[in-house]
T-cell receptor, first 110, second 117 residues
Framework: QSALTQPASVSGSPGQSITISCTGT?????????VSWYQQYPGKAPKLMIY???KRPSGISNRFSGSKSGNTASLTISGLQAEDEADYYC??????????FGGGTKLTVL | EVQLVESGGGLVQPGGSLRLSCEAS????????MSWVRQAPGKGLECVAN????????NYVESVKGRFTISRDNAKNSLYLQMNSLRAEDTAMYYC??????????WGQGTLITVSS
């Protein structure tokens, strides 16, 4: 299956909100409510930020939220902080025990 | 606390083999699907292989089929990836990840594989 489509980069100023989109197909994002989002700092392992489209793991700030409409999922970060500057990846279950990731989005906090 | 610790990475020549290991702790290993996810330098994430709780079902990305074999030993709380016929394009950080009800919720720190002559 093809990778999910994310913008290569987004930016925002501290305090602002940004949204990262993740577009798949009716066979992955559009079919399963199993979209997750990961934050990754350089040289570090990915960290789960959102799962099952909208849920936050324990310990994740409520500034992070997820949504989905059709074949596109979105991650919104509100009240942007300098520490949010990282790469973000979406991931969707694609059936038959397979996963598909987005290409990643570099978030820059201006 | 869930912990996943990978090992076995290193420099290998094209055509060579390596076996990666992932030691799990802090959870009941035998109750979870497990995955290997890789990330080439400067690139995105790719799920390479995964394996059912009891090892009875395995899935591979097309590019590694016939070359990589995922396995597990639930008695040792360990996950493995046997990598044969390695190619330059297999160069990547390889992460072990736990699959919790459809989400890769916990990741190790990774082990680096470099395929080069």
């Amino acid at each position: 299956q093809s990778a999910l489509t994310q913008p290569a980069s987004v930016s925002g100023s501290p305090g602002q909100s940004i949204t990262i989109s993740c577009t798949g197909t009716s066979s992955d994002v559009g079919y399963y409510n199993l979209v997750s989002w990961y934050q990754q700092y350089p040289g570090k392992a990915p960290k789960l930020m959102i799962y099952d489209v909208t849920k936050r793991p324990s310990g994740i700030s409520n500034r992070f939220s997820g949504s989905k409409s059709g074949n596109t999922a979105s991650l919104t970060i509100s009240g942007l902080q300098a520490e949010d500057e990282a790469d973000y990846y979406c991931c969707s279950y694609a059936g038959s025990g397979t996963w598909v990731f987005g290409g990643g989005t570099k978030l820059t906090v201006l | 606390e869930v912990q996943l610790v990978e090992s076995g990475g290193g420099l290998v020549q094209p055509g060579g083999s390596l076996r990666l290991s992932c030691e799990a702790s802090g959870f009941t290993f035998r109750r979870y699907w497990m995955s290997w996810v890789r990330q080439a330098p400067g690139k995105g994430l790719e799920c390479v292989a995964n394996i059912k709780e009891d090892g009875s079902e395995k899935n591979y990305v097309e590019s590694v089929k016939g070359r990589f074999t995922i396995s597990r030993d639930n008695a040792k709380n360990s996950l493995y990836l046997q990598m044969n016929s390695l190619r330059a394009e297999d160069t990547a950080m390889y992460y072990c990840a736990r699959d919790d009800a459809g989400t890769l919720d916990s990741w190790g720190q990774g082990t680096l594989i470099t395929v080069s002559s």
